[in-house]
């Protein structure tokens, strides 16, 4: 009856979620056979022991449900001594109800505290109860115990001997890896693939160090099966990762992308859309295999290569992420679906503006298919001195509020004053400043003698087509 109360006990703790080692299936054997076999022991334990383990786990309780059954335990313990009779049967099950809260608990301030307050409390039951069985039964239960402690050692030093193996190979992919997104960031897409490709290799070479015959039996051993978990998967992960990467990247030709007699080859830019969006995915699958093999029980070295390679992929990450969208959003920019139209105002910081300078020049871009063309340009002055009406500025309003009174809602009825352009780039909100110079601009501009723009440059658009001032 004793066996059937621990294999009770064993598979309801079974369901508490514990992860001794990642997997499952091995956790679910390891969970069922280590607290049926302390529950079994326990039918022949002192009671003053099954209550004191039911009394541990009510004190380190996880919730207010565990700590009403704790306590309940600890009773039943405390009765079964008033007894005076051995009640195996009821030891079994008070010990089963007590492992059950013990696994369930969790003193998150120090890791792995209830853990070994929970194996230490069942460690001494479980002695405790096996004095007390025939010798024969003992010696059966400790010969198999021993067994497993060896097979448990042999399955550390064949884990020892495949990180040895695999070691240099996951340092060499990590190191590699990391110069190709510094590479990816800098936009040398050729030299990134290159790393990757090497990445690859360093990857592959340490995943199949770590999956030889004699690594495998530790995915059963708790704590180091995490941590042989974690590795192979990056490795699996990066090796693939680092491979589509290379792949990618080696199709991406900025050269294609050069302004060639006027024209961007809009065909061209298709092409590349797919390859940037196979590196955002690569980058992406990468960084979720992190997170899925994060734990805190991992080893620091391997932690903290985690956590360095994470913060690379972190930074990398929004650069990729605004390549694939200049890349998806280009073609329109360029025209391909109509001519679209650019301000552009040339700056300078010979006075203080919110927009990085006093804005000296401006020119009107357009784009057709890809084709850059100058439609108009020339000074602020210009822009200024096109019309003598009335300019109005609608918005935006909190652009308004606060920038208005200088020289945009000041004039006569609200409008502008005669010099707006002045200071055109006096906030620095870009989007809003970019509304009031597409509103203004067709109410100022006039066909003007060639002037060459010069200085540092800013891209505002698209806008309406100039309207001519007589």
Known sequence: MAVG????????????????????????????????????????????????????????????????VGLAAFAVGLWIGMQRRDLPIARSVVTGVALNVLIRSDLGHVLGLSAVIGITAAAVVFVLGLRRRSRPVRRSVWIGLIAT?????????????????????LRDGNRLARAGIELLDAGDYRAAADQFEQATLSFSAAESALTKPWALPAAAVPIVAQNLTATTELASTAADATSSLAEALVLIDPEQLRLVNGRIDLDALAL???????????????????????SPWLVAPLQDRLIDLDDELADARP?????????????????????????????????????????????????????????????????????????????????LEQWGRYGFTSGPDGSTQPEPWSNVTISPDFAATG????????????THSARSPRREGWLVGPVRRCTRQN
Request: contains cysteine; glycine residues 12%; proline residues 4%.
């Open 5 to 68: 109360a621990g294999l009770v006990a064993g598979l309801l703790a079974a369901t508490s979620g514990a992860s001794p080692t990642g997997s499952t299936s091995i956790d679910a054997v390891i969970v069922v056979a280590s607290v049926g076999l302390v529950a079994w022991a326990s039918a022949t334990a002192p009671w003053w022991a099954v209550a004191g383990i039911a009394g541990v786990s009510a004190a380190i309780a996880g919730s207010v449900l565990w700590l009403i």
């Open 149 to 169: 402690g060896c097979a448990g050692v042999a399955a550390i030093l064949g884990i020892a001997l495949a990180g040895a193996l695999g070691a240099p190979d």
């Open 272 to 294: 590349i859309e797919q390859p940037f969006v196979d590196v955002q995915q690569a980058v992406s699958d990468l960084d979720d295999t992190i997170g899925e093999v994060a």
């Open 319 to 399: 650069r990729v992420d605004n390549a694939v969208s200049a890349v998806q959003l280009a073609p329109q920019m360029l025209g391909a679906d109509g001519t679209r139209r650019y301000f552009i105002a040339f700056t300078t910081p010979a006075e203080t503006r919110g927009q990085g300078g006093f804005m000296g020049n401006w020119a009107e871009l357009t784009a057709t298919d890809g084709r850059l063309e100058i439609a108009n340009f020339g000074r602020t002055l210009d822009l200024n001195r096109a019309t003598s009406a009335p300019r109005e500025v609608t918005g935006p309003e909190d652009w």
């Open 435 to 446: 509304h009031v110079i597409a509103e203004l601009y067709p109410r100022s501009c006039r």
